[in-house]
Structures are given as structure tokens and as C-alpha cells.
């Protein structure tokens, strides 16, 4: 993994959190705003970073349309409460990094929840031992 592409539609706060870790940090915002959604995903995708996002649509993109996702963190706490996004992403990683390449996580106010992204249905890997 080499960090993070933050989506444009982001609070600015989360970016600035990441930064202040030291994790290289990209925002759509600051380099390529109005992009759609699709490229935001494929320079995530290219670039194997993991996509921060505050809207619904690249869940869609990833599980409705099964279109593929080196990592996808979906933040889900309103405006009010900004300074727990900051916090929640720092948990995220801090205690959470490992686990966050080929995964979807979402982001609330008090806990964070994994789901699995689509496999690759050409993957061998664990193949001949599914329990692993």
C-alpha cells in the first residue's frame, strides 16, 4: 500500500489527520477536482491506494456494479460530529492499517465494520485450503 487518495467530497479535516501521521496522503481536491467517480477509482486502483470516500456511489461502483477496489475506506458520520471523523480515521490507523488492502470499511461515530471487496476469481491463493 502506498497511502491513501482521499475523494474530493471528503471534510478537509481527515486529510489534514492523515498528513499529521505521516502517511502519504492525496487529495482529489488538491490535484484533480471534478474527476467522476470511475477515475477516482482506477487512479486508486492504479496507484494501489486506498480510497477514502464520504459518498454512497463508490460502494455502489464496487458492490453493485463489481467494479474493482485495492481498498475502500467509506466514512459515515454527518458534519456535526467532524472531529470524530478525524478521530474514528485515526483509530482506523492506527489499530486497523494491516487489514485494509482488499477490504471495505466503514467509518461511524463509534465503531468501524470490515466487509470483504470482491475476489479476484482467478486468485490460486489459499485455493488448495479454503480454511485459511
Known amino acids: 500500500m502506498r497511502g491513501f487518495l482521499v475523494d474530493e467530497g471528503v471534510d478537509a479535516i481527515v486529510v489534514r489527520m492523515l498528513r499529521s501521521l505521516g502517511i502519504d496522503t492525496l487529495f482529489v481536491a488538491e490535484i484533480s477536482p471534478g474527476i467522476t467517480d470511475r477515475e477516482v477509482l482506477d487512479w486508486a486502483n492504479n496507484d494501489q491506494r486506498i480510497l477514502v470516500v464520504e459518498d454512497r456511489d463508490f460502494s455502489e461502483l464496487v458492490f453493485r456494479d ?30 486497523h492499517l494491516n487489514e485494509l488492502v482488499g477490504n471495505h470499511a466503514v467509518v461511524m461515530r463509534h465503531r468501524i465494520r470490515f466487509r470483504a471487496l470482491k475476489k479476484d476469481p482467478n486468485d490460486q491463493t489459499n485455493a488448495d485450503n479454503p480454511e485459511e
Do not use: P
Request: aromatic share 10%.
Open 66 to 95: 463489481a467494479k474493482e477496489c485495492y481498498g475502500l475506506v467509506y466514512i459515515r458520520i454527518r458534519n456535526e460530529y467532524r472531529a470524530d471523523k478525524a478521530n474514528q480515521m485515526r483509530v482506523l490507523v492506527k489499530d
